[in-house]
């Protein structure tokens, strides 16, 4: 059986049914001196709180998971999209103690990203200073440098689409490769920072450095907010995904 969505449409609340509802739990009994079984079906559970109550299915938006928590926390909250096909709703979960099972809010509403990009710089500076050492750049011209990847990374143009190349610890902080027409364009705006030979060793540099989470790959921040709609506001037309919407705003 498919994991599957239900929300109750009185309560605005949620249960992810999945195959693992059903798999009994197991106690020590110190009295007996044994492990004692018991029987769990969290979705006849679920169904039985909310009886009589109006139910639907809810169906995941796909790359909308997001938290401000770091990916093992077990106690973070965390919120994804969902919609039952005309209206799009945020799905809150949560849990109270570790040993709590998931509890889950539906808000109608979606959520709202806003992105930063941050160039690595002292990532930049400290890789420079270990490659190139014979001569070694000049402290000024490496500030120079920083500053016009710091230029060219904030004013992408359209056409380089950001690629996603390592993640950290958190959703909310990515690395992200530069794209070629951004590199070249750094490049060329770096020819009257240094002579020949250096403006060699710095493209061989900011080709090596542009992978997983090197040194002139740069940070993608994210911040986000749920906003909440009231059910007269809400659109029937075709919810669009978070992942279409991240694409527009990065770029």
Same mark, same amino acid.
């Given at each position: 059986m498919a994991a599957r969505w239900i929300r109750c449409v009185d309560c605005n609340v949620a249960a992810h049914i999945t195959d693992y509802d059903c798999l009994p739990s197991y106690n020590y009994d110190q009295k007996c001196a044994e492990v004692i079984e018991k029987p769990v079906d969290d979705e006849a559970h679920f169904m039985g709180e909310h009886k009589r109550h109006t139910? $639907? $299915? %809810? &169906?995941? @938006? =796909? #790359?909308s998971f997001i938290s401000e928590g770091r990916y093992g926390e077990p106690l973070k909250i965390s919120y994804f999209e969902a919609t039952n096909g005309t209206e799009r709703f945020v799905v809150k979960g949560w849990r109270e103690d570790i040993n709590h099972a998931m509890v889950y809010e539906v808000i109608p509403g979606y959520i709202e990203m806003r992105f930063k990009r941050e160039v690595q710089a002292d990532e930049i500076r400290r890789q420079l200073g270990e490659e190139i050492k014979d001569p070694p750049l000049a402290a000024t011209a490496i500030e120079r440098f920083i500053r016009i990847v $710091? =230029? @060219?990374v904030a004013q992408f143009p359209v056409n380089d689409r950001i690629e996603i190349t390592a993640e950290t610890d958190t959703p909310l902080i990515s690395h992200c490769r530069i794209g @070629? *027409?951004? %590199?070249r364009e750094i490049l060329a705006e770096s020819q009257s *920072? &240094? #002579?020949v030979e250096e403006l060699e =060793? @710095? $493209?061989q540099f900011v080709y090596q450095n542009n992978e997983y989470n090197a040194p002139m790959t740069f940070l993608l921040k994210r911040a986000f907010t749920v906003k909440r709609e009231q059910a007269a506001s809400r659109t029937s037309g075709k919810v669009q995904s978070v992942s279409d919407r991240r694409a527009a705003q990065s770029t």
């Open positions: 139910m $639907e $299915e %809810l &169906f995941v @938006v =796909k #790359d $710091e =230029k @060219v @070629v *027409n951004a %590199l *920072n &240094f #002579d =060793k @710095v $493209e």
